[in-house]
């Protein structure tokens, strides 16, 4: 069975950078088949994708968030980590990571992690 | 990239078909095949409905169907469930290989 948990603090400055990590249990980051996306929620509203990563190492991310984003993978943690910089109270989200199957929807998904942006 | 356009809300009875619409573009859901719609309930993590505009997952009900037709993708719901009651998102891959989500729409359950 394919898990993913996000973690990382739940509160972050103005200003500073936001750092999320996702572990994956059941799949590998490594394998050919699969993106791993990065998908943010702010509190009552949409959807918005951020980005995501392939075991190459090749990136993709949200054009309106392109600047301030940056995704990498650790192959040996079986682990993902999303980075968002110069964070305001717009970036107050659940966060949530996702296994994207190669243009074949985003099948599993993290719980989600509320990241609050506030002095 | 802008936000897919679905309507903000939709309602249907018990037992009733609704069909839900996912307007975007050329650059996206009229120039590939790759739509998906998702189901999400209250203080859940949405769930994949369908993929590739009209596949089911796995495990999940022939209730649920997809189409598409020109810039224009659509879910429909038949036979209205009390349990069908959530928020429904479309999404597309794009010219720029990106993703982009439908703005949502809220189904109720009459």
């Known amino acids: 069975q394919v898990q993913l948990q996000e973690s990382g603090p739940g509160l972050v400055k103005p200003s500073e950078t936001l750092s999320l990590t996702c572990t994956v249990s059941?799949?590998?980051?490594?394998?050919?088949?699969?993106?791993w996306s990065w998908i943010r929620q702010p509190p009552g509203k949409g959807l918005q994708w951020i980005g995501y990563?392939?075991?190459?190492?090749?990136?993709n991310y949200n054009p309106s968030l392109k600047s301030r984003v940056s995704i990498s993978g650790d192959t040996s943690k079986n682990q993902f980590t999303l980075k968002l910089s110069s964070v305001t109270a717009a970036d107050t989200a659940v966060y949530y990571c996702?296994?994207?199957?190669?243009?074949?929807?985003?099948?599993?998904w993290g719980q989600g992690t509320l990241v609050t942006v506030s002095s | 990239q802008s936000a897919l356009t679905q309507p903000a809300s939709v309602s249907g009875s018990p037992g009733q078909s609704i069909t839900i619409s996912c307007t975007g573009t050329?650059?996206?859901?009229?120039?590939?095949?790759?739509v998906s719609w998702y189901q999400q309930h209250p203080g859940e993590a949405p769930k994949l409905l369908i993929y590739?505009?009209?596949n089911r997952p796995s495990g999940v009900s022939h209730r649920f169907s997809g189409s598409k037709s020109g810039n224009t993708a659509s879910l429909t719901i038949s036979g209205l469930q009390a349990e069908d009651e959530a928020d429904y998102y479309c999404?597309?891959?794009?010219?720029?290989?990106?993703?982009?989500f439908g703005g949502g729409t809220k189904l109720t359950v009459l």
């Open positions: 590739d505009v009209s």
């Open positions: 990563i392939y075991y190459s190492g090749t990136t």
């Open positions: 996702a296994r994207d199957r190669l243009l074949g929807g985003l099948d599993f």
């Open positions: 059941g799949a590998s980051v490594s394998s050919g088949s699969y993106y």
């Open positions: 050329n650059s996206d859901i009229a120039g590939y095949n790759y």
């Open positions: 999404n597309s891959y794009t010219s720029s290989s990106t993703l982009v």
